[in-house]
């Protein structure tokens, strides 16, 4: 199974995503991406928000979990999104670590109909309008103690 983290950061009523085109089609990503073995979480988030937009992220709780079956291009995939509590410095595409066309500011109020990767639009709208909710906890080493 593939794992990949991504982060939502939200300013004035947008959320930052990262701009591409498929089949002639604008779609928009939650900036992140696949985490390769032995990489902790959080690190691979920070690692992807500063290649790729040049900016140092701050991540918070994660806010959603979600899991896409595997289809004949793509793997099965575990999504992971983190809250984006603070970026430092200006985000933009760095062209040398994406084929992202730019980064986008889309509106809360239109993630239900966005074409969104991952294919979250309709619950990330939910969960960022409905007020404070129950978060999950992240164990950042859940084998901390070694016991087995």
């Known amino acids: ?3 990949r983290v991504s ?8 959320i930052l ?7 002639g089609k604008e779609v928009f990503s939650l900036p992140g991406g696949g985490v390769d073995q032995d990489i902790p979480l959080r690190e691979a ?16 709780d994660i806010i959603m979990i979600g899991e896409a079956p595997a289809t004949k291009r ?16 200006t985000p933009k595409i760095r062209r040398d670590h994406t084929h992202s066309l730019d980064i986008a500011w889309v509106p809360i109020e239109r993630l239900e109909k966005t074409p ?3 294919d979250v639009g309709g619950q990330l709208y939910d969960c960022l309008t409905t007020g404070p909710r129950r978060s999950l906890e992240f164990i950042g080493n859940c084998m901390e103690r070694g016991f087995w």
């Open 45 to 60: 988030i920070v690692s992807e928000w500063r290649d790729e937009l040049g900016v140092k992220l701050e991540t918070g």
């Open 17 to 23: 995503c990262m701009k591409y085109v498929y089949g």
């Open 1 to 3: 199974m593939r794992v």
């Open 116 to 118: 969104l990767y991952p």
């Open 7 to 14: 982060a939502v950061f939200e300013r004035e009523g947008e």
């Open 74 to 89: 793509h793997p099965q995939t575990l999504h992971i999104v983190f809250k984006a509590l603070e970026i430092r410095g």
